[in-house]
């Protein structure tokens, strides 16, 4: 099943000039993965404290944008530009899982909002990093397949948010999207430990890699 990480290579060729300004400038990979985790976490503070008011959940789709960029643009540094580092690769991981829940959780704030599934959503979601993981572990390549990746629960978390943010009323439909969104990321779950116990990888993938 198709995933939005598909579309990783044209996302990063539209990035590099700027990832190449970047690593002239000697910032490191680590130092735009903290800064990544760092904008979800004022975010979602921010969201939260507004108790999920509509006019700072427009911040969310904008805030999740800009942390895609982020996490691409530290796995250029990292691969085209010889900063990779262990050290890295863990705070890659733990930085998803983190930023995830950060911006996530603040919607179940929302007055009337489906707050059991956005919360079961948010553990889906850090199942996914998880079971993506086990490929490392076995030897084998880290997963990244969908349907509901880590770009594709931002683009699904982000365009609610703006729905909620322009005005539309809060509803059934909210309960029903998290509800499908938790069922894909379920799906996903199974799709990589499958992959990864019948070991159908292609290739090796980056531990590095963003997106």
Avoid: C
Wanted: hydrophobic content about 55%.
């Amino acid at each position: 099943m198709a995933s939005l990480y598909d579309l990783k290579p044209r996302f990063q060729a539209r990035l590099r000039p700027l990832a190449q300004n970047l690593a002239g400038r000697g910032i490191t990979p680590n130092q735009v993965t903290l800064a990544a985790v760092l904008l979800s976490v004022l975010v979602g503070g921010v969201v939260a404290l507004a108790d999920g008011g509509s006019g700072t959940l427009l911040l969310l789709p904008l805030a999740l944008f800009a942390r895609m960029a982020l996490n691409a643009l530290d796995g250029m540094l990292a691969r085209e530009h010889g900063m990779k580092s262990d050290l890295g690769a863990a705070l890659n991981e733990l930085g998803d899982v983190v930023s995830d829940a950060a911006l996530y959780l603040p919607i179940a704030l929302v007055p009337g909002a489906p707050a059991s599934w956005i919360v079961l959503f948010v553990v889906a979601s850090a199942l996914t990093e998880v079971a993506g993981l086990i490929g490392p572990m076995l030897g084998r390549a880290r997963r990244y397949d969908g349907p509901m990746g880590k770009s594709d629960r931002a683009l699904v978390v982000g365009a609610l948010a703006l729905l909620l943010g322009l005005g539309v009323p809060n509803g059934f439909w909210l309960a029903i999207a998290f509800a499908i969104a938790f069922a894909l990321a379920m799906v996903t779950v199974m799709r990589r430990v499958r992959a990864i116990v019948d070991n159908t990888d292609l290739s090796a993938t980056d531990p590095h890699d963003g997106f």
